[in-house]
């Protein structure tokens, strides 16, 4: 490696240097406190920014007694201080792409931030985070962004670039963007196609945060875990392996992972509208 700039830790690693377990690391991520890259195989990588990060949160809990909530605005307070604050800011031109395209869409809209945020009903300071760092909201939120702007969250993530690939390898998927805390969404085909074909993996209380929908039509099967779907907020369905669900995506629709460890969910839409 040519410099600290490019070293990866991986969570035992990254728990003893900020000197916390490797479970409290995995719940500030649920809590949105952090949010790690992962390896082509799904496994958490920890930059010198996110060690950094993960430093001062412990700090703040500790040293203040600040609850995870607290801790974020305080989090949010020293970027807004420092544009160029390496703890928030992702390290790629693809992590931070959704976050541009938003910005992109909104100028050429002629909105400021304070009324797409009272449109959508989120902070002012939530979506200035989101444009700066492509971080931070829920899938829910995102989907809304992108019904508000008339376009689709694979669009924003430029999912639709790539030249199709015919073949992928086990392990090979290109992650999508990270924006949700807790969320890995892997892509398993490539391209503009009919199909938005996804691997998502949920860690423990992981959810879409809010109910959603878009047009389309979706398939999902579930590989590992326990999730539950609810439709049109009044039908719940609580899946298990081998379980699957089709529904029509203009149903308003959310979910949470149930399990007490990973859930691995294969999921499909069509046309591509995630």
């Keep these: 490696m040519s410099g600290t700039g490019n070293v990866r830790y991986k969570v035992a690693e990254a728990a003893r240097l900020a000197g916390v377990s490797p479970s409290t690391l995995r719940l500030w991520e649920t809590q949105g ?21 993960l430093k001062r949160i412990s700090w703040f809990r500790a040293e203040r007694g600040l609850n995870p909530a607290a801790i974020r605005e305080a989090l949010e307070a020293e970027g807004a201080n420092d544009d160029a604050n390496p703890v928030v800011a992702p390290e790629s031109s693809v992590d931070i792409q959704v976050g541009r395209k938003l910005r992109s869409l909104r100028h050429a809209a002629g909105k400021t931030l304070e009324q797409v945020a009272s449109d959508i009903g989120i902070a002012a300071s939530v979506l200035s985070t989101l444009e700066r760092t492509s971080q931070g909201v829920s899938v829910a939120v ?16 430029g999912e639709e670039e790539p030249e199709a690939r ?12 990270r924006t949700t805390p807790g969320v890995t969404v892997q892509l398993l085909a490539e391209g503009k196609n009919q199909m938005d074909c996804h691997r998502f993996v949920l860690e423990p209380g992981a959810s879409s945060e809010g109910a959603y929908r878009h047009d389309g039509e979706e398939f999902v099967y579930v590989l590992s875990g326990h999730v539950e779907f609810i439709l049109d907020s009044d039908q719940f369905y609580d899946l298990h392996p081998g379980d699957s669900l089709y529904f029509e995506s203009w149903r308003r629709h959310a979910w949470s992972n149930r399990h007490d460890g990973e859930t691995v969910l294969l999921w499909i839409n069509t046309p591509p509208t995630f």
Excluded: I
């Design 33 to 53: 406190l952090v949010v790690p890259e992962r390896s082509v195989t799904g496994h958490r990588q920890y930059t010198e920014a996110d060690l950094a990060r």
């Design 166 to 177: 015919a073949l992928v390898r086990a392990g090979e998927w290109r992650n999508w963007p």
């Design 142 to 157: 995102l989907h809304n962004l992108a019904e508000y702007f008339g376009t689709t969250v694979s669009s924003l993530s």
